[in-house]
């Protein structure tokens, strides 16, 4: 997130004993005056201007702006520590001149103030427990350029804490901020905007600046004449470069703030801020770039923002931007393109500009390891990229499993400890998936199992994050599609570790547990006696198909159709009563569940009590309406249940009295010809019932 603590411009950090001797003579002086200052006379008191609470889902915010409010302390704490610093008092004595001094002696005061090292937590409690704000805040709405100056100064590095910035938004410092950037003096400007970067880290603050217009002003600062700027710009340093580019980096940095919010991206995209944003990104320029790309990268969690940054040809320039010294800069371009590689044009325009090969270059430098922000931002850029099947076989070319594997084997040593190291976790969760996505190809199965890559996944299990453990399970669940490879899953345990995920709370995880298991039972050369072996499995198995969730409900059902291919384990899950919790899931919409329920429900007809025990519990007429949709899946396994469940002759009665037999008809001249096979099937054993009650009825008229 952006931060100014006023490490740039005239500021000067640190209080000299030359100027705390000026501070004392002039101190003095205006003392011995007692001199009413002009902002002072304007108003009696000092005025606190309200600003009111937006509603709480008014600003709907994608991070939360109070995160670091435990990185800073308040006044109880200062003073709990101990001694508090001789430049406390100092700083609060110089709040108490700012009050009384006339013109001259309020510009002096903040000269003054301005030398003190105001980055210092100290300093800023000071200023805040003197009224010093109220003072400042007063002081944006004097005529006079110097003072409005110095005062800006000293916000902008202040309002780094959160106690400073909730408490200047609701005196109203955001509707002053919003004037100045009006103000024709840049450096006005500028200083207003890295102002209003900070305080927009509050979350009542960006609905503020929404509602009074000042998106549109911050974006109207980014259109800027890029012709004027010079030919050298990208070797100036960041105190060089012209005042109006400062102002629009200024402008950038509140606006990457302020895109925290969903409404806030919406009014940046609304009010034409995507054309302007997009020619800064053209520049060379590191110190812009940075804002710029960092709102971008916020911003492209909206997919309406990921279209158009496809169309003005961004991704191009975040490709090279990869490339570019700065971490911090590269970090903002790996993440924006994780973002926008969820849409499939976007993976491809990162492969067609030559984005791959950067990104693998950047996790495998062993020199960006530590840091843990790029390595998160690029390990997620390349899984997201790894949806597409081209981009899997060109980082098999890279070499990138080995690195992958070589990480996770650095990474997933102290388990105890992952939990209080987000960033770790993030990039383990991004380097998993990635091992998953590419997964997909048998040759890099082999890779992970050859390169020793199954037993730190398998390790992970006993993780407790979500994110984490449901990569892993697909991981490993796409590892045990290879016979031999799942063979090395079951002797490191992980099968039963696997299914030990089922009791986790998260359904995510559940539903990525259940889906991995079914390779593993489909493929285990002893399937049956591995499942019986887990005490407890089945049991837990059928448990969860009383869940309401949609994913766990369709993985657990293509488990247990897998499963009951076992006669004994059929035998063991019907005393569970799953024929019971089948039936009852029978009426859904869902097309994925449907077609995983119907194959649970044709492999459970094997043992022919089953059949008439659907009957019974009324499965059989939802099953018939399932024909009526338009997905294969759902067919071919729907046919089957029903061929199956028509082996019983009172299904058979009641699938005619639903009108089966116009879609087993349609169904008949199906392309797939397991529908065919077991539509006919179907048929033949309707006609078959229909044939023998006719000739029963005909015996009985004849007697």
């Known amino acids: 997130m952006p931060q100014f603590d006023g490490g740039s411009g005239n500021s000067r950090v640190g209080a000299k004993n030359s100027t705390a001797s000026l501070y004392r003579d002039r101190a003095n002086s205006i003392s011995s005056r007692s001199i009413v200052s002009q902002h002072s006379r304007t108003s009696n008191k000092i005025k606190i201007l309200r600003a009111g609470s937006p509603n709480s889902e008014d600003d709907a915010s994608t991070g939360d702006s109070t995160s670091d409010d435990e990185n800073y302390s308040d006044m109880k704490t200062l003073t709990a520590q101990g001694e508090i610093p001789q ?44 009224g010093g704000l109220e003072v400042l805040s007063n002081l944006l709405e004097t005529d006079e350029m110097k003072c409005k100056v110095g005062a800006l100064r000293i916000l902008r590095r202040i309002t780094v804490h959160p106690a400073i910035r909730k408490k200047t938004t609701l005196m109203g410092g955001i509707d002053l901020l919003i004037k100045i950037l009006s103000d024709p003096d840049p450096k006005l400007q500028l200083l207003a905007a890295e102002t209003m970067a900070n305080l927009a880290k509050f979350r009542n603050a960006r609905t503020i600046v929404r509602k009074n217009e000042g998106i549109p002003k911050l974006i109207d600062i980014l259109d800027i004449d890029l012709a004027k700027l010079p030919n050298d710009i990208e070797h100036l340093d960041d105190h060089s470069i012209p005042i109006v580019l400062q102002v629009a980096r200024g402008s950038a940095f509140a606006l990457w703030s302020l895109s925290k919010s969903k409404r806030n991206k919406l009014c940046i995209k609304k009010a034409g801020g995507l054309p302007l944003l997009a020619r800064l990104v053209k520049l060379r320029q590191t110190s812009i770039l940075i804002p710029v790309i960092g709102t971008l990268q916020e911003c492209a969690s909206e997919k309406s923002y990921c279209l158009a940054m496809q169309s003005e040809g961004m991704i191009e320039d975040l490709v090279r931007n990869l490339s570019n010294p700065n971490p911090k800069l590269k970090m903002l371009c790996a993440s924006a393109i994780f973002r926008l590689a969820e849409e499939k044009e976007s993976r491809q325009l990162v492969r067609a500009h030559g984005g791959l090969e950067p990104l693998v270059i950047l996790i495998d430098e062993t020199a960006n390891h530590e840091n843990r922000e790029l390595m998160a931002a690029v390990s997620g850029a390349i899984w997201k990229c790894a949806f597409s099947a081209e981009n899997v076989t060109k980082f098999q070319d890279l070499g990138l499993v080995e690195v992958l594997i070589r990480i996770l084997k650095d990474n997933c040593d102290a388990l105890d400890d992952l939990q209080f190291n987000p960033q770790k976790i993030s990039v383990l969760t991004n380097v998993v998936g990635a091992l998953a996505e590419c997964a997909k190809n048998e040759q890099n199965v082999n890779v992970i199992k050859d390169e020793a890559g199954l037993e730190p996944l398998i390790k992970l299990i006993n993780t407790t994050h979500p994110d984490l453990l449901v990569n892993v399970s697909l991981a ?155 997905d294969l899946e759902v067919h071919r396994s729907t046919s089957v249940a029903l061929y199956q469940l028509s082996k019983d002759p009172w299904n058979c009665v009641t699938m005619h009295q639903n009108g089966v037999v116009p879609h087993l008809l349609r169904l008949i001249g199906s392309q797939d010809e397991d529908v065919q096979e077991a539509s006919a099937d179907c048929l033949q054993n309707i006609r078959k019932l229909a044939l023998a009650c006719e000739k029963f009825r005909y015996q009985h008229l004849k007697t």
């Open 87 to 130: 430049d406390f008092w100092q700083i609060q004595k110089l709040i108490r001149y700012l009050k009384i001094g006339n013109q001259t002696a309020t510009v002096i005061a903040l000269c003054v103030l301005n030398d003190f090292d105001l980055t210092k937590e100290y300093a800023q409690l000071a200023i805040m427990d003197a």
């Open 476 to 630: 490993l669940g796409r590892c045990a599609e290879d016979k031999n490879t799942l063979i090395n899953i079951h002797e490191l345990d992980g099968v039963r570790l696997i299914w030990s995920l089922l009791k986790n709370t998260s359904d995510r995880v559940q539903a990525s547990a259940a889906w991995a298991l079914s390779p593993c039972i489909r493929n285990a050369p002893n399937s049956g006696d591995m499942v019986r072996s887990f005490v407890g499995g089945l049991e837990l198995i059928c448990g969860l198909l009383e869940s309401r969730d949609i994913q766990v409900l369709s993985a657990v059902c293509y488990a247990i159709a897998n499963i009951a291919k076992d006669k004994e384990n059929l035998a063991v899950i019907t005393d569970h009563g799953v024929i019971e919790k089948l039936s009852r899931l029978a009426n859904t919409d869902s097309d994925l569940l449907r077609a995983k329920l119907a194959q649970a429900i044709g492999n459970c007809c094997d043992w022919a009590g089953n059949r008439a025990l659907f009957g019974q519990s009324g499965a059989v007429a939802p099953l018939v309406s399932y024909l009526t949709t338009t």
